[in-house]
């Protein structure tokens, strides 16, 4: 996976997530959705309708907290999303 800063200010972020698609997109931008400090979360990969983007590109606004702390706690949350059902389907078995 590979990140790239496309624009960045005190409340907002866009970054390119390369090698990715819809399915970890919709997981990320759900998570980011969940935390109080984010006003909004979405993105967008639609290569054939953007003249030749063919990676995704996440925006990210947030209600005054810094957008790669707000990023970073997304992820974490993935992180103990995907933990909590790797023990589930564990259990499962």
Same mark, same amino acid.
């Given at each position: 996976?590979?990140?790239r800063v496309v $624009?960045?200010?005190?409340? $907002? +972020?866009?970054? /390119?997530?390369?090698? /990715?698609?819809?399915? !970890?997109m919709n997981v990320l931008k759900?998570? +980011? +959705?969940?935390l109080d400090d984010v006003a909004a979360a979405t993105y967008d990969q639609n290569p054939e309708q953007s003249g030749g983007q063919t990676e995704p590109i996440l925006t990210l606004k947030t209600e005054g907290a810094d957008p790669i702390d707000c990023l970073e706690q997304g992820a974490a949350l993935v992180d103990e999303q995907m933990s909590e059902f790797r023990s589930a !389907?564990?259990?499962?078995?």
């Open positions: 996976m590979d990140l $624009e960045q200010q005190d409340t $907002e +972020l866009t970054i /390119e997530i390369a090698g /990715e698609d819809h399915t !970890f759900g998570a +980011l +959705l969940e !389907f564990e259990a499962a078995r």
